[in-house]
């Protein structure tokens, strides 16, 4: 797959309480925030951050890599302070399917922001998008997500194990999917 499917996508979606533009190195700090939050890390399966150049670096890995993109989220009356992000992972041409990856400050947690996001997201990209099947991979121990998922229409297709970074050790995961109509 090219990237073209990344310069198709729009650069800005806007939500009834957000507005998501797509990640420059300008967010890092904002970013930073958000990544070195050792609540927040834990369920990203990343080393907690503790520099900004660690955030200037994940989004300039995330630029190079031509199988994804991320998208910073803001308050539609801040454009300064980043709530979260959210973006796609990783394309798999041989499953034809699109992971899908999010994050959120712990200030916005259990307010119904991931769920609008996140459907304004998948609405947004679906025409975009040649494969149809949307996953998503969640520690079990992250109930908020996994319901959030469940309430997107995504279902549980397996778990297995996977080196968990926060941690440095081998964890249960769980794989969820969601085929588009």
Not at 72 to 99: M, P, R, Y
Request: glycine share 4%; charged share 20%.
């Amino acid at each position: 797959m090219s990237t073209n499917l990344f310069f198709q996508l729009p650069t800005i979606i806007k939500t009834d309480r957000t507005i998501l533009r797509k990640t420059t190195l300008a967010d890092a700090a904002s970013l930073f925030d958000i990544w070195s939050d050792n609540e927040v890390a834990q369920f990203m399966n990343i080393e907690k951050f503790s520099t900004i150049n660690q955030a200037e670096e994940m989004i300039q890995a995330i630029e190079n890599e031509p199988n994804a993109c991320r998208y910073t989220i803001f308050a539609t009356n801040d454009s300064i302070h980043a709530l979260g992000s959210l973006g796609i992972n990783d394309i798999n041409k041989n499953k034809e399917t699109i992971e899908i990856g999010y994050e959120l400050a712990r200030n916005y947690w259990q307010q119904g922001y991931m769920y609008e996001i996140l459907n304004s997201f998948l609405k947004t990209i679906s025409p975009y998008l040649p494969y149809k099947t949307i996953t998503a991979k969640v520690l079990p121990k992250n109930v908020a997500s996994i319901k959030l998922l469940k309430k997107l229409g995504f279902e549980l297709i397996s778990t297995g194990q996977e080196l968990d970074l926060h941690s440095g050790k081998i964890c249960e995961i769980s794989n969820y999917h969601l085929i588009l109509k």
